[in-house]
């Protein structure tokens, strides 16, 4: 596709409640990053994958947080019994071999109620 | 560890006037440095980088960045500022490729307001 895609937009989850949200790259982008924006606050590093390998979760909070990459291409982030410290914005980036620049994705803002 | 400070919360300007959002780092080893700008609802836009060479980068929008190595700064700049420029600006770092962690670390954002 033209750019980073992620889906859904916004999402209101129950405490307690499983959410998933999916992340499709820039076509032939091999490195996919998650960031986790809190309001008012700069992106955080959550984890990152080179094509299905994730090389670094060293970002993740908790284990109640999880991402995979199975075929290389598109994503997807868990995460577990969600609190509401989660409540957040959570961007996707991709990068391809060539370029030292990431491009992202417009986020899935989370709620947590 | 790497880390960026960007020490204004909100940078004020008049629409006309030169405008500059201040960035400094830390990290070891040679830096790659970023700019990107946030508009509501959006996602991060890359404005510019700095890998290697001239000091002195340009971007998009007429945005320009200047790298100083003894200062460890990175501030941004544009010559004269338009009100469609009013948005959240972040500065990020990552250490250079060969040391492996490919994250970005980015400052805490500065909101810059151009009035007309």
């Known amino acids: 596709g033209a750019g980073v895609s992620q889906s859904p937009r916004y999402k209101v989850a129950k405490r307690g409640q499983d959410v998933a949200l999916r992340c499709d790259p820039i076509s032939g982008h091999v490195s996919l990053f998650w960031y986790q924006q809190a309001l008012g606050q700069g992106p955080e590093f959550l984890t990152y994958?080179?094509?299905?390998?994730?090389?670094?979760k060293s970002g993740l909070p908790s284990d109640r947080f999880f991402a995979e990459r199975p075929e290389g291409s598109v994503s997807t982030l868990k995460i577990q019994r969600t609190q509401q410290e989660d409540s957040a914005v959570y961007l996707c980036?991709?990068?391809?071999?060539?370029?030292?620049?990431?491009?992202f994705g417009q986020g899935t803002r989370l709620t947590v109620v | 560890a790497q880390s960026v400070a960007q020490p204004e919360d909100q940078v004020n300007v008049a629409e006309g006037n030169p405008l500059t959002v201040k960035c400094t780092y830390s990290?070891?080893?040679?830096?790659?440095l970023f700019w990107y700008v946030q508009y509501p609802n959006r996602g991060l836009q890359f404005l510019l980088k700095?890998?290697?060479?001239?000091?002195l980068v340009k971007g998009s929008y007429g945005f320009e960045a200047e790298f100083n190595k003894s200062q460890t700064s990175f501030h941004l700049k544009k010559p004269s500022a338009l009100v469609s420029d009013s948005a959240l600006y972040f500065c990020a770092v990552r250490a250079h490729m060969d040391t492996g962690r490919r994250a970005l670390t980015f400052g805490s954002g500065t909101r810059l307001q151009v009035q007309p």
């Open positions: 994958f080179q094509n299905e390998a994730q090389l670094d």
């Open positions: 700095y890998i290697t060479g001239d000091n």
């Open positions: 980036a991709s990068s391809s071999p060539g370029n030292t620049e990431a491009f």
């Open positions: 990290v070891s080893g040679n830096p790659y």
